[in-house]
């Protein structure tokens, strides 16, 4: 199915930070003005006990030069710490279960007669950046309750704020989804591509061993501009292979996007196993 839409959309979620492109890749970036001392927002950022209330559960205290592992959402993220700098300044990279790499660095200033923390997550591609600033700002939002001694209140707008940053900034949501539409449950994928429609639709449709799996799923091009949103819906016939089937369509739409760029996609067994994993956690969690 082939449709040409407005790219404005209405939403109920704001952002709070900005994605901004650079040379080499991508930076997500939040600023965050609080009536506290320096010392106390530097205290939330490096005490154990307070990154647990409101971050995930640091195995160890940040240390210069070592690594780390922080438990989070019923995942582990790892990665070393290469500036700490109190009470000014935390840089860490922030490797995730699929093996992506991104540098987070946090600086903790005096403004106003209170404190201005920034903070900004660096990373070579755009995959998973609307994820990981909804994520981000959910997070600050926990910091904020935290730093007021207020109780830290769950939040379900997650998804409604990634949307938020994909329409505010013209990237592509990167994840995958499950939904339920009449007691029929599907996978749903929405991606962007920077390309024109025949383009990807052929990138979508053309590779021979995707071919049963594009037909027996409903796929939509929809033009946004110079641009074109991909939408699948695939109907799981059977419910102990939804997360394969996320993991194979995930991989397939990351090559689509490589040979868009004028790559050449490579197949990985590997990359498709971390994908189940990934999904099995991000589902059941």
Do not use: C
Not at 58 to 75: F, N, P, Q, R
Not at 82 to 91: I, K, V
Not at 131 to 149: K, M, N, R, T
């Amino acid at each position: 199915m082939e449709s040409t839409m407005d790219a404005s959309t209405d939403r109920a979620v704001a952002p709070l930070g900005r994605i901004e492109r650079l040379r080499d890749g991508y930076v997500l970036a939040f600023d965050r003005q609080y009536d506290y001392p320096r010392s106390f927002i530097w205290n939330l950022l490096t005490d154990p006990a307070k990154v647990h209330l409101w971050l995930g559960t640091l195995a160890a205290a940040w240390e210069l030069g070592k690594e780390y592992s922080l438990e989070l959402g019923g995942g582990v993220v790892t990665g070393s710490v290469l500036q700490l700098n109190p009470p000014t300044s935390l840089q860490i990279t922030w490797d995730d279960e699929l093996g992506g790499e991104s540098i987070l660095e946090w600086r903790v200033l005096e403004s106003d007669g209170g404190t201005l923390l920034q903070l900004r997550a660096r990373s070579g591609t755009a995959d998973f950046m609307t994820e990981g600033a909804a994520g981000w700002q959910l997070i600050l939002s926990a910091l904020d309750d935290v730093a007021a001694g207020h109780e830290v209140h769950p939040v379900d707008d997650w998804a409604a704020t990634r949307d938020a940053y994909a329409a505010e900034f013209g990237l592509s949501n990167t994840m995958g989804a499950v939904e339920v539409a009449e007691g029929v449950t599907m996978v749903h994928f929405d991606r962007r591509y920077e390309a024109k429609l025949p383009m990807v639709k052929d990138a979508v449709t053309s590779d021979p061993d995707q071919q049963t799996r594009v037909e027996q799923a409903e796929v939509d091009f929809t033009t946004i501009g110079n641009a074109t949103l991909v939408t699948i819906r695939h109907v799981v016939e059977e419910p102990a292979a939804i997360h394969a089937l996320m993991a194979q369509w995930h991989a397939h739409l990351d090559a689509v996007d490589v040979a868009l760029g004028g790559g050449q996609p490579h197949a990985s067994a590997r990359k498709l196993h971390a994908l189940e994993d990934f999904y099995r956690a991000s589902i059941s969690g």
